[in-house]
């Protein structure tokens, strides 16, 4: 899926990329690290999106994916809407059942 809109990608838009990616693992996970470099082959961010964070190391795109994770709280978020549990150990996502039927919608 390239940006071909030119536009910013939200995190509502890293939904389905990010459940397709973790349904294509082994074992339905990817740490949050590989998420990034896999959702940035996917889904190509430009502008804005790939501007460094001022006093971070990090992308604007990189902390939309990390959001994922400390936002799990917000109503339309994966993990809130149980399509996707973090895994603390691991430090990354796993998809769930409602996550894999999601992908089939």
Do not use: C, W
């Not at 390239?2 to 389905?16: P, T, W």
């Not at 190509?44 to 964070?53: A, K, Q, V, Y």
């Amino acid at each position: 899926m390239k940006n071909a809109s030119k536009r910013l990608i939200s995190e509502a838009d890293l939904l389905l990329p990010t459940l397709k990616l973790l349904n294509g693992e082994k074992d339905g996970f990817l740490s949050t690290s590989d998420l990034i470099v896999q959702l940035e082959k996917e889904m190509h961010p430009i502008g804005h999106d790939l501007e460094i964070l001022e006093g971070r190391k990090d992308s604007h795109f990189s902390q939309k994916v990390r959001n994922m994770v400390s936002h799990k709280e917000s109503p339309n978020n994966i993990i809130n809407l149980g399509f996707a549990e973090y895994d603390e150990e691991r430090k990354g996502l796993v998809i769930t059942d409602a996550g894999r039927a999601k992908i089939q919608e």
